[in-house]
């Protein structure tokens, strides 16, 4: 019973801001690695950002400089600050986690319902 919901999504001008969260509740014994995707309409979905539980970060090529992900551990929640923001960037937005539910159960994926991300020019 591991969920994962979003929010910060929305619509913004060209050059403004969103700060996407997604907080994982239920049966947790450990998060380990923490992501981002977004999928457009005909375009096939892709990592945007990702940490690990020690802090390890990457980005795809294009929101460097502009997008930081972030997690608060005790909070069991991953952020993606979005500065900068471009037509480009619409999509749905997914958080996905790497979560192990007990100390005996392996680490399996879990992703979050999406929340719309709308770039206006």
């Known amino acids: 019973q591991v969920q994962l919901v979003e929010s910060g999504g929305g619509l913004v001008q060209a050059g403004g801001s969103l700060r996407l969260s997604c907080a994982a509740s239920?049966?947790?014994?450990?998060?380990?690695?923490m992501a981002w995707y977004r999928q457009a309409p005909g375009k096939q979905r892709e990592l945007v950002a990702g940490?690990?539980?020690?802090?390890?970060?990457n980005y795809v090529d294009s929101v460097k400089g502009r997008f930081t992900i972030s997690r608060d551990n005790a909070k069991n929640t991953v952020f993606l600050q979005m500065d900068s923001l471009k037509p480009e960037d619409t999509a749905v937005y997914y958080c996905?986690?790497?979560?192990?539910?007990?100390?005996?159960?392996?680490?399996?994926?879990?992703w979050g319902q999406g929340t719309q991300v709308t770039v206006s020019s």
């Open positions: 996905n986690a790497e979560i192990q539910p007990t100390l005996w159960t392996r680490g399996l994926d879990y």
């Open positions: 239920g049966s947790i014994f450990r998060i380990n690695a």
């Open positions: 940490i690990t539980s020690g802090g390890w970060k």
